[in-house]
């Protein structure tokens, strides 16, 4: 501002030095005579070529249709929602190597950070140790299996022999012995085969669990652990070729934090790593109790950017609002909560903005500007329209103004739907196109940034 100040200064003494009804007509340069028959044509404008629009900043904002007397504004700021963070923690305790770094964008898969436990050997141990139970189990039953088998058959040779004597009328003591032997061990042994079984459901179950625990503990489904592996020409299984326990990322994000040291020993459930998800962000304002009756039942609401350069008042985003769960009597006001239904680039957590709400009125939809657009010269409020027909002029505008909510204006008269209205740079405008209190008849700027006054 400093800097444009001592422009303006400039101007003022160029015009008094290089401007002078004295000075030597056959000295001016033509071009200059030349400019200034144009700016008579037009007293209330001002030349505004590409250099001078750089030099003060001027930039340019559209007309536009807007329920002013219905709008209200409430201020705020972006936060995160509450799922928008994930945490990583350590599943058994253990030596941790980073393999991220603190803001880097992750997708889901990759790998955030790995660990060495030792712990995960015991973890092997019992899948290996679960696999033998399970392996001796099955044997048994084969045994068990047998064993009744045999028995059956051996009960139906003595059964044979038993009706084949029986036929000759020849009868043997020890061969109704023997047959009565084997029908007593017949439920002992096919008890003993039940056993078996439960044993072997056993052993799997314990198998299972194992695994599972492997599985919880190194983030690896069960049935990739399981995979069988070929391996200098053996057959092994994933989890035994497994030292390190990688870390996946579950979802899209920005790494947030790396909580301990890389290489650090990190007890069990210990917090490694947490990500956001930039994109799971919503809009918490802080409304006025006496709007409350107004606001529960509307259904258009924007969420507006505040005044920072570089960002148009024009990007916004629509959203959806509801009333939230806080209030202060103390104060008088309660919080809203708005879901953007898009994303602009300064929405970043912490950042302040607007939420603009339609509410029920019986006003219309005017034609608005920016109240910042306008500015108090004497009396009369002005603002500067650019020239439709000439994009390096801006026309002087006294300002015809309606109702405002504070940030736009409603314009009787004077503007139309497709105008561009001089946003940023007003000021200056304004006092080059001013001189002791009242307006100038009109003026231009030199190509070296000077600016000329009308005679």
Not at 158 to 183: G, H, M, P, V, Y
Not at 431 to 455: C, I, P, R
């Amino acid at each position: 501002m400093n800097g444009k100040l001592l422009l303006l200064l400039a101007v003022c003494t160029a015009v008094s030095a290089s401007c002078s009804p004295s000075q030597d007509p056959s000295s001016q340069n033509p071009d200059d005579h030349h400019e200034t028959e144009e700016a008579m044509e037009s007293s209330d404008r001002i030349d505004i070529p590409a250099t001078v629009r750089n030099n003060l900043g001027i930039t340019f904002t559209p007309v536009e249709r807007r329920k002013v007397d219905s709008t209200i504004r409430v201020p705020g700021y972006f936060e995160l929602q509450p799922r928008a963070r994930h945490e990583y923690r350590m599943t058994l305790p253990g030596h941790v190597e980073f393999l991220v770094d603190q803001y880097q964008q992750v997708e889901p898969g990759d790998v955030l950070y790995r660990f060495a436990s030792p712990e995960w050997p015991a973890l092997q141990h019992e899948i290996i140790e679960g696999e033998q139970i399970v392996l001796s189990a099955q044997a048994h039953i084969q045994v068990d299996k047998a064993r009744v088998s045999e028995a059956n058959e051996s009960l139906e040779i003595l059964l044979r022999r038993q009706s084949a004597l029986a036929d000759a009328d020849f009868k043997q003591a020890d061969l109704e012995s023997n047959i009565l032997e084997i029908k007593a061990s017949l439920p002992r042994i096919q008890a003993e085969l039940a056993l078996s079984k439960t044993v072997l459901m056993n052993a799997v179950r314990s198998h299972e669990h194992a695994l599972h625990r492997a599985s919880v503990a190194a983030g690896i489904p069960e049935i990739d652990l399981s995979r069988a592996v070929e391996i200098n020409g053996k057959t092994v299984f994933a989890y035994q070729l497994i030292d390190w326990i990688e870390v996946r990322a579950f979802e899209s994000g920005v790494v947030e934090s790396l909580v301990v040291t890389n290489g650090a020993f990190v007890e069990a459930f210990e917090l490694v790593v947490s990500t956001v998800n930039p994109k799971k962000i919503r809009f918490r304002a802080t409304a006025l109790q006496a709007d409350m009756a107004r606001l529960i039942n509307s259904q258009e609401a924007r969420i507006v950017p505040p005044t920072i350069p570089g960002i148009a008042l024009s990007d916004s985003v629509p959203a959806t609002v509801t009333l939230g769960l806080e209030a202060d009597p103390q104060y008088r006001t309660f919080s809203l909560l708005a879901e953007p239904l898009g994303s602009k680039s300064w929405f970043v957590p912490g950042v302040s903005a607007f939420v603009e709400i339609v509410v029920e009125s019986t006003g219309g939809i005017s034609l608005a500007i920016p109240r910042a657009a306008i500015v108090q010269d004497g009396i009369v409020h002005v603002f500067f329209r650019r020239d439709p027909n000439d994009p390096n002029k801006a026309i002087r505008v006294e300002a015809d103004m309606g109702v405002s909510d504070g940030r736009w204006v409603a314009i009787n008269s004077g503007i139309s739907l497709d105008d561009e209205i001089v946003l940023h740079g007003v000021y200056e405008l304004k006092l080059v196109s001013q001189q002791s209190g009242t307006a100038q008849k009109g003026g231009h700027f030199h190509s070296d940034g000077v600016f000329h006054e009308d005679k």
